[in-house]
């Protein structure tokens, strides 16, 4: 039990230190805002497959908490707090929803959820207003497309944590952890 607890903890720890490196990149990188909180959600894989989701939960709050703090792109930060985190931890549990159709339904509905609570927070509480001042002259237009594109990513981005799922746990995960298959 001691040898499971010490993993636990140390693949928690290094999880951590891993997604807490890529969010403190987002300052360096330009387009870092939305690509570096999705590849720290990738991260989060490793963790779901090896340790379960209450684990993957622990080190989601603590990389949230501190790249509240730390991370010198609030947006990044609550990119990866509102979304791009939690996701690679839930998303097991809705692909397990049937119908296809129904699952793609709950999928949509917890993205927009999670994107415009996101935004709202930026914009409502942390005071960052001259992000709806970006759309510039086309103002709802621009929204519209921006959602679009935003939805057109978020599938993207799904079927990638899927692939990236089953490869790990199927061909990466014995070669890491020399567990079998």
């Not at 993205?111 to 103002?139: C, K, P, Q």
Request: charged content about 15%.
């Amino acid at each position: 039990m001691k040898e499971r607890k010490s993993t636990r903890v140390a693949l928690g720890g290094m999880a951590s230190a891993l997604c807490l490196l890529l969010m403190f990149m987002t300052g360096l990188i330009p387009f870092g805002t939305f690509a570096l909180p999705a590849m720290a959600g990738i991260v989060l894989i490793v963790v779901v497959v090896e340790m379960g989701r209450s684990t993957a939960a622990l080190v989601y709050a603590a990389v949230s908490l501190l790249s509240l703090f730390m991370c010198p792109d609030k947006e990044a930060a609550m990119m990866f707090i509102g979304f791009f985190g939690f996701y690679p931890v839930i998303k097991e549990l809705l692909d397990r929803i049937r119908p296809k159709i129904l699952q793609g339904l709950c999928k949509f509905a917890v993205f927009n959820a999670a994107i415009l609570a996101s935004y709202w927070v930026i914009i409502n509480l942390f005071g960052l207003d001259d992000i709806m001042e970006e759309m510039g002259a086309f103002g709802d237009l621009t929204l519209f497309v921006t959602w679009l594109m935003g939805c057109g990513v978020f599938i993207m981005f799904d079927i990638a944590l899927g692939r990236i799922h089953w490869a790990y746990k199927h061909v990466l995960r014995y070669r890491f952890f020399r567990k079998t298959r």
